[in-house]
């Protein structure tokens, strides 16, 4: 059963408007941690933003926020003010049980954002 | 803090040959992971050190596959005998500890003809 879903495969925004990336997951785990990273076209992976399921408040990073919403089991993205340089993959991925301290982190299948001019 | 690198980061071979990949983690980060991306995907866990220590591997690391980290140092993943389906982007990342993010390197992607 897929446990990260990220719906959108693609999404295209005007430069300086806001974004939200959607991401719904599945556990049964009452704890657990969501992430959000982005892939350029370089390849690298590049950790954005962090939300534990204990958090009481949203994390926020600067321009990135993650909108958690526990009941739902959602934990979108949020861009505010988005950039030409923000075009990439953005993957969402969970981090559930801990088996001898490893951080197996299950991702979604991504979403391709274009920001254009 | 200079990242993770990774080496090489594009390889080509024939199907059948062995190849090798090297990760430099983050030099305070005691955890070190392996990835597996394959195009259009998100990555797939691999396998876990914690220092040289390999304490999780995914069934997805068959026995062709191995991976050490000799002094808790730097990582090599090798893959022997290679096949077609090998091809994908390799990505390792490493954590200071069990809940710190994970940081990635920029991959190693593999071509298996």
């Known amino acids: 059963a897929q446990k990260i879903t990220q719906t959108q495969p693609g999404m295209f925004v005007q430069e300086k408007e806001a974004v939200t990336l959607d991401c719904t997951y599945d556990?049964?785990?009452?704890?657990?941690?969501l992430f959000w990273y982005k892939q350029p076209s370089s390849g690298e992976m590049i950790f954005l933003i962090y939300q534990g399921s204990y958090d009481e408040q949203n994390a926020t990073e600067g321009r990135y926020s993650l909108n958690f919403q526990k009941a739902r089991k959602s934990a979108n993205l949020v861009i505010s003010a988005s950039q030409l340089g923000d075009s990439a993959m953005y993957f969402c991925?969970?981090?559930?049980?801990?088996?001898?301290?490893?951080?197996?982190?299950?991702f979604g299948q991504g979403t391709r954002l274009t920001i254009n001019p | 803090d200079t990242g993770v690198s990774q080496d090489p980061r594009h390889k080509i071979t024939k199907r059948g040959q062995n190849v090798t990949f090297r990760c430099d983690p983050i030099s305070e980060h005691n955890r070190l992971y392996w990835y597996r991306q394959t195009l259009g995907q998100g990555p797939e866990f691999l396998t876990y050190f914690q220092n040289e220590a390999q304490l999780e591997k995914s069934r997805l690391l068959s026995d062709r596959f191995s991976a050490e980290r000799p002094k808790g140092s730097f990582s090599t993943l090798e893959i022997q005998r290679t096949e077609q389906g090998d091809s994908a982007m390799y990505l390792c990342?490493?954590?200071?500890?069990?809940?710190?993010?994970?940081?990635f390197g920029n991959g190693t992607r593999l071509t298996v003809t």
């Open positions: 991925a969970m981090r559930e049980d801990l088996i001898q301290g490893a951080q197996k982190l299950v």
């Open positions: 556990t049964s785990d009452q704890s657990y941690g």
């Open positions: 990342a490493s954590s200071r500890d069990s809940y710190s993010p994970l940081h």
